[in-house]
């Protein structure tokens, strides 16, 4: 029985990964929020998405749960039920004053995203768009990263979204209901013993948990604790260990300024927000990066690059090297929501290149970058390290790595063939990825044979981001353009390749009859 209660107990609390997003909010330069913008054909219909979300809530309880605090700095913040839940708190709709535009759509969203989430409520939020040209509509969403991350909100989004247009509606579900049961759950579990055996019930579970961290540091911790009573002398040491510490797996996860200094250019920050918008063709960008030597994530970085060495030439200040970052993802389950990925800090020439020179530069570095990220254990060490110090110092810390990424990425696999969202078919996504104290977040999602490009920027760092958008299309469509003459060049060399040994066997043959 004490097994199963700490198995729910555990259940009910963020990962490390996710305490850490959590609380690095408290910074609001080092927002760490997902959000996106889903366009559409038509507004959708009201009632019929409340019905869906209200049946998909019920399925996942992250989405009426709310975060309270953990025990100190050795427990992370739980997950309970909100007894107040009221979905319309997180659903609203806006209509969009004419014309309508896309621009009007992008600034509308990048605003939406500078609204802070409600902490004392579920960490998310919707808004139903309608009012754009051509009677489109569009869907807003953002979910905090604590909830889930870029691939676990592509699944959660699997509950308002339908494979046809007219789909049968969702069940009706009594959300109110599911709610208070999972209340009651809840406070009879928290009911079920005293108060004294209900402190030290969370002491040992924190202290279980703090021995089973994954770096050596927090092993050594736990028991460098555990002697704090008989040698007080021990407390600074132990905080000295945890800092140090947190500083090396910091630096592990950003670039070396010796190395690489960030971007003159873009040196500035602020917690301003601007949203541009690059589409595409997604079998022809994924055939380019074959035919150059890579793959689709390899001329997506080696497109970014090229874009950011155009953009500063035009502002007449070239640089050799940017300093960039990617999402490893480590999810291996089919789960909705949730974390499960790394940043990987990456340095590339940002120097004059071919795009066949471009792809292999990044082939190179990114191998590179991700055996290092699984030897050093990426943000899964850091977090486990970082939890257990002031909140201060992990934000100044983060904040300070943040500054020497010019530009961060994330490359989202999205559905293959058309979907629908309440009646509405879904036209494109793009995707709004944290800035989080980097010059800009460029998140691409892949949807029905397109790829878009999210260009979230910090209009302080990249002052002009209606050019650097034009940079990356224009860099994008000079790379599809040599992919597809290096194949049509391969395929020419094969054909002749072919012909050759044709006519050697033809005129073997020959010689053999003569």
Not at 19 to 36: T, Y
Not at 289 to 295: E, P
Not at 339 to 346: A, C, D, E, W
Not at 467 to 484: E, H, K, P, R, T
Request: with cysteine.
């Amino acid at each position: 029985m004490a097994t199963r209660e700490r198995e729910v107990d555990n259940a009910d609390r963020m990962s490390e990964h996710e305490a850490l997003m959590w609380s690095i909010e408290k910074d609001p330069w080092l927002n760490p929020s997902g959000g996106s913008i889903v366009l559409l054909d038509q507004p959708v219909d009201h009632a019929r998405f409340m019905r869906q979300m209200r049946a998909g809530i019920a399925l996942t309880p992250r989405l009426y749960q709310r975060a309270v605090p953990g025990f100190g700095r050795i427990s992370t913040p739980a997950w309970v039920p909100d007894a107040e839940f009221d979905i319309n708190a997180h659903v609203r709709e806006v209509v969009l004053p004419g014309p309508g535009t896309d621009r009007q759509l992008l600034d509308l969203a990048a605003q939406l995203y500078s609204e802070p989430l409600d902490r004392t409520r579920p960490l998310w939020r919707f808004v139903l768009i309608s009012g754009l040209e051509g009677g489109r509509g569009a869907l807003w969403a953002i979910i905090h990263h604590s909830v889930a991350d870029g691939i676990g909100q592509l699944r959660m989004a699997e509950m308002y979204q339908d494979l046809e247009r007219d789909a049968p509606p969702a069940p009706e579900v009594d959300l109110e209901q599911v709610i208070d049961d999972a209340v009651a759950a809840h406070q009879a579990k928290e009911s079920g013993g005293n108060t004294a055996d209900s402190v030290m019930s969370t002491l040992r579970n924190s202290a279980s948990h703090l021995a089973r961290r994954q770096w050596g540091i927090g092993r050594r911790m736990a028991g460098e604790v555990a002697l704090w009573p008989a040698d007080p002398r021990r407390i600074n040491d132990t905080v000295g260990v945890a800092v140090d510490t947190v500083k090396a797996a910091a630096r592990q996860l950003s670039p070396s300024s010796e190395r690489s200094p960030a971007s003159p250019l873009w040196s500035d920050r602020s917690r301003h927000r601007h949203l541009e918008w690059v589409r595409v063709d997604v079998d022809e960008l994924k055939a380019a990066g074959k035919a150059l030597g890579g793959s689709i994530n390899d001329a997506f970085m080696a497109g970014l690059v090229e874009a950011v060495h155009r953009y500063h030439v035009e502002h007449d200040t070239p640089i050799e090297f940017t300093n960039t970052s990617f999402v490893l993802s480590t999810r291996s389950d089919g789960k909705a929501g949730g974390n499960s990925f790394t940043p990987v800090p990456l340095t590339l020439p940002a120097g004059p290149m071919s795009p066949g020179e471009r792809v292999a530069a990044v082939v190179n570095a990114t191998a590179e970058a991700k055996d290092e990220a699984q030897r050093t254990g990426g943000m899964t060490g850091l977090s486990g390290v970082a939890n257990l110090l002031p909140i201060s110092v992990v934000t100044q810390a983060a904040r300070s790595a943040a500054h020497h990424i010019d530009f961060a990425t994330s490359n989202l696999r999205g559905a293959p063939i058309p979907l629908y969202c309440a009646g509405a078919k879904v036209l494109a996504t793009v995707a709004m990825g944290p800035v989080a104290g980097t010059g800009a977040n460029i998140t691409a999602m892949s949807y029905d044979g397109a790829f878009d490009m999210g260009i979230f920027v910090d209009p302080e760092a990249i002052t002009d981001p209606t050019a650097f958008a034009a940079n990356v299309a224009a860099s994008f469509a000079d790379l599809i353009a040599a992919g597809s003459a290096a194949q049509q060049l391969a395929t020419n060399k094969k054909s002749a390749k072919k012909k050759s040994a044709t006519k050697k066997t033809a005129a073997k043959k020959k010689s053999t009859t003569s």
